[in-house]
């Protein structure tokens, strides 16, 4: 199964600041999938990131809070920006594995103060 | 629009007895399914998949899982639960027409919680 590195693994921030996650995969992808998980809760599709188009982001995410970068088919970007407390969370990217079915990062685990 | 029920949010069992956790679906054509495990501060762990055959999935850590058509079904199952259980479960599923191109849809989670 493809394998991904998602860095950083936890970080703490500042509010009114940006955080860019990177996730890269050892396989060449045609679509990743950013997905955030609150605190005690599930995880929720923020957008899905074609390479060479812009992302489609979900009914409740938008560009400007959370742009996405896909520059070639082993490697994206999610920034989330303007940070608030609000935005404490895992972001997880993801891809499709074939047989193997998704793979996930390890994830993003994120705490605005 | 694929979707994926959960309807325990919490179960405590003792260790040593059988575990049930359930999961429906709603999806037109025969979907992918997948139980997660999410340990506390952990990241998420395949514990089995369903694409097509056999109904009834083998997964890793002694887990299985069947799927029923007639009931939308994907319930998870083991015979005998270990302390090392405890942790939240997740069902999802993907779409079958569009492989690879589209997400997970993921339940709400079960938080299972293992009794000495």
């Known amino acids: 199964s493809a394998v991904i590195s998602q860095k950083p693994s936890r970080d703490i921030c500042q509010r009114g600041t940006s955080l860019t996650i990177q996730c890269q995969v050892d396989?060449?992808?045609?679509?990743m999938f950013w997905y955030r998980q609150q605190p005690g809760q599930s995880l929720t599709l923020i957008a899905t990131?074609?390479?060479?188009?812009?992302?489609?982001?979900e009914s409740g995410f938008v560009i400007d809070k959370f742009p996405i970068s896909r520059p070639n088919l082993t490697f994206s970007t999610l920034t989330v920006s303007n940070m608030s407390p609000e935005d404490s969370s895992i972001y997880l990217c993801?891809?499709?594995?074939?047989?193997?079915?998704?793979?996930f990062g390890s994830g993003t685990r994120l705490t605005v103060v | 629009a694929q979707s994926v029920t959960q309807p325990d949010i919490h179960i405590t069992v003792s260790e040593g007895a059988s575990l049930e956790l359930r999961c429906n679906y709603s999806?037109?054509?025969?979907?992918?399914l997948f139980w997660y495990v999410q340990s506390p501060g952990q990241g998420l762990q395949l514990l089995l998949k369903?694409?097509?055959?056999?109904?009834l999935v083998q997964g890793i850590k002694g887990f299985e899982a069947e799927f029923k058509r007639s009931q939308s079904s994907f319930n998870l199952r083991k015979p005998s639960v270990h302390w090392s259980d405890a942790a939240e479960y997740f069902c999802?599923?993907?779409?079958?027409?569009?492989?690879?191109?589209?997400?997970?849809?993921f339940g709400s989670g079960t938080r299972l919680q293992v009794q000495p």
């Open positions: 993801s891809v499709w594995s074939g047989l193997y079915g998704y793979t």
């Open positions: 396989s060449q992808v045609t679509m």
């Open positions: 990131a074609n390479q060479g188009s812009e992302a489609t982001y």
């Open positions: 999806y037109g054509a025969t979907p992918y």
């Open positions: 369903y694409f097509s055959g056999d109904t």
């Open positions: 999802a599923v993907a779409s079958s027409m569009d492989t690879g191109r589209r997400a997970l849809t």
